[in-house]
């Protein structure tokens, strides 16, 4: 073979390595971190790698540059997966805030998001009353009850806490002026929220004031831990065989009832589907003599449990006080 034939053989291979990286440089490359020289656009950078590119005419530079965007939601507070108008809008919620009108009470909850969207629920013990959301001054969408499918609100704990669960609640549009709208419209335009909410500790100081120096903590073998406060009054009645049963109820629809023997000996404790039957109901003090009054019972760890095999139980703590005899 003659100098000049592997001379021509060289060229040809290397004219086929250079196309080949040519090539590979311009199919290969990524559009995520394309960067171009700033003189003439031969050269480019994709991922951390130089890479030659064809030269660029003027107006081929200007392509479009793919660039990452963060779309995940973040929320450090209280998020609540919000849909408004049929488009994705998610929310930050922080610490609650309340306004007690009789026994209704509205928490009121506003975003960190842009826009400062406001979220108001309003609910009487665990009854839900309604729930409204806006912007300003404007309500946007609201629903009353019993139109507010899929919000709970949960009994306070022993700090007033409450949590709301909001699961897919569809809210219809409400008109310029604040009024609910026909809920037929909502198939078109509204809101669905789904969610948790925690109120502040500071909500439940209204309920716990009404306990007037008696309440009973009640724990359950649930983890729960709840003040049973006998704010709506005390029934009683007289047995067949001249004893008594007090019952004492709240603003959660919860109840304990204490029932007596003609010579007001502690017969029986309930608490909702919960009971102990005396003498078993131990760490329990009752002060006074029939005739007198009042009368209080105190609860030091009383313990009553449901009447199926591995029930539910829960301890009581705390004092009652009852009328005279």
Known sequence: MTHSHVRRTKIVVAGALMGGLWSWGWREGPAIGLQTSADDGHVASVSGRAVAVPRATTASRALPVAVKVETAFHCVEQAVQATINGRADPQCFGASSSLQSGSVVAYR?????????????????????????????????????????GVQVSAADLYGVRKLSLRGVQLPPADASGVRAAAEIAIATGATLAGDLFTTADDGASASAACAGQAVIVSTSGGQATRFCPSDGIAIRSNDDGGRTYRFADAESAGIAIEFDEAMRLRRIEYGAMSCMAPACAGVEVGGAAGAAPISIRFAGTMVQGDRPAAAWGTLVGQLTLPGW
């Open 109 to 149: 909850f506003d975003s960190r998001a842009p826009g400062a969207r406001w979220l108001i629920v309003e609910a009487a013990g665990r009854e839900v009353v309604s729930v409204s959301t806006g912007q300003g001054t404007t309500t946007q969408f609201a629903c009353d009850a019993p139109a507010c499918a």
